[in-house]
Structures are given as C-alpha cells and as structure tokens.
C-alpha cells in the first residue's frame, strides 16, 4: 500500500510536470510516428492507443485539480505517526497563483526514533485535513505528521491534534471568529444574532483552552454576563 501512496503523493506534488509529460506524449502519440520501407512516415494511431492517451490527459488535469487533496487524505490513513521541525526555508524561483512558492526543509522523527530529511514545498499543500486556506508551521516548532514506512520522505503536516502548533492555530482561527463576532457586537449590540454569536464565540474560545491566564479567563466570562445583561436590559 506504501507504494500505491507514495506514486498518489509523488503524482500530487508533481502535478504540473505530469500535465506536461501527458501532453507530450499526446502529440508525439496522435502524430504516430511510424518507419514504414525504411522510410519515417507518419500516421494515425490506434484507436485504443488514443484514448489511453486521452485518458492520461484528463487524469493528469483531474490530478492538477484534486490531486493534493487525495494524496493527504491517503497519506494520513496509511501513514504513521511522527514529530518533525522546518528547519528553514528559500525562495524555489516559481510562482503560484500570482506568489512566489517557499521551499521548506525538514527533519523527520519517526516512530522507531530514526532521524530523516525531507523537503515540501508550500504549493504541496500537505495538510491534514485539507483545506482551501493552508498554513505552515513556522521554523524551529515542533509539530506532528504522518509519513510512509517505506517512503518517509513522504509526509503530511497535522493540524487538528494537540501538538502546541497545532493547538495555537486552531486557537488562532478562534481568536479571528471571536474579533469579528465582537465587532459586529459592538457595532450593535441591541442586534441579537450578533449578540447570541459573540457569547458563542467566547465560549469556543474557552472550550478551546486559548486564554493566556486565569485573569484573561475570568475577563471573558464578565464579558458574557455583560452580554447576556445588554439581553435583559433590552427586554421590555
């Protein structure tokens, strides 16, 4: 299974290489270039020569498409689990969507406590769970991933354990939630969904453990008292 994953992972993170090798051989496959007498001449290819080529094409473009999402969704579930550290990054000299791409270097730690280099480039997006909004761990943090036995090289970043990357991401996306329900609170706080939601958000961002102390602990359950106050205040 290792090897099935790692041509699905190879194939993911070489999408566009493998557009362009389809494509190639199209053309060279629908030119069919044949020796006939000794002489080169060309003709049409077979007909089911065409459509595995055909096939190769659209496979290759579907893999451009969905190809990363398959690959960390199949390298999570067969994978093990490891610890790895960025430990540092450069400029790769492409661009992606309109920004250059950041090569990034790593060590892996795997199971049986063996030491492996790997490398990923961040239009990988070796992430799980997959996500149209990717992050990285920064250099020098500790962080969990599931990679292949046989091909350790071959890697996906967790982001929903409880890794403390992990952990001050989630509590980062719940900090956002939480400043833009209390924006909008503010803003009018004798509107009650936004009030309902900023109570809400608050309790999520308890529930996820993301204060710094008791103090900011308390803090934020004075603030839903004076949320759900500005509730009876309201009531006629």
């Known amino acids: 299974m290792d090897t099935i994953a790692h041509i699905i992972y190879v194939m993911a993170t070489c999408r566009f290489l493998f557009v362009a090798a389809a494509m190639v051989l199209m053309v060279l496959g629908l030119s069919g270039v044949a020796w006939s007498k000794g002489k080169v001449t060309l003709s049409s290819v077979s007909g089911w020569i065409a459509i595995v080529l055909i096939v190769c094409v659209i496979g290759s473009v579907v893999n451009v498409l969905i190809g990363f999402y398959t690959a960390t969704v199949v390298v999570y579930n067969v994978g093990e689990k490891g610890t790895a550290k960025i430990t540092g990054s450069h400029r790769t000299g492409s661009r992606y969507n309109h920004r250059d791409v950041r090569g990034y270097n790593v060590l892996i730690r795997t199971s049986e406590n063996a030491v492996v280099e790997s490398y990923f480039e961040d239009d990988y997006f070796n992430v799980y769970p997959p996500s149209n909004q990717v992050w990285y761990p920064p250099a020098g943090v500790v962080f969990t991933v599931h990679y292949l036995r046989s091909f350790p090289g071959d890697f996906v970043i967790i982001s929903n354990d409880d890794s403390p990357w992990a952990s001050s991401l989630r509590c980062m996306k719940l900090i956002r939630k939480l400043n833009e329900a209390k924006a909008k609170y503010y803003f009018d706080t004798a509107k009650e969904p936004y ?42």
């Open 195 to 236: 009030r309902l939601a900023y109570i809400d958000a608050i309790h999520e961002y308890i529930d996820g453990k993301c204060y710094a102390s008791d103090g900011e602990l308390q803090a934020y359950y004075h603030e839903v008292e004076r949320a759900n106050a500005k509730k009876k205040s309201l009531v006629p």
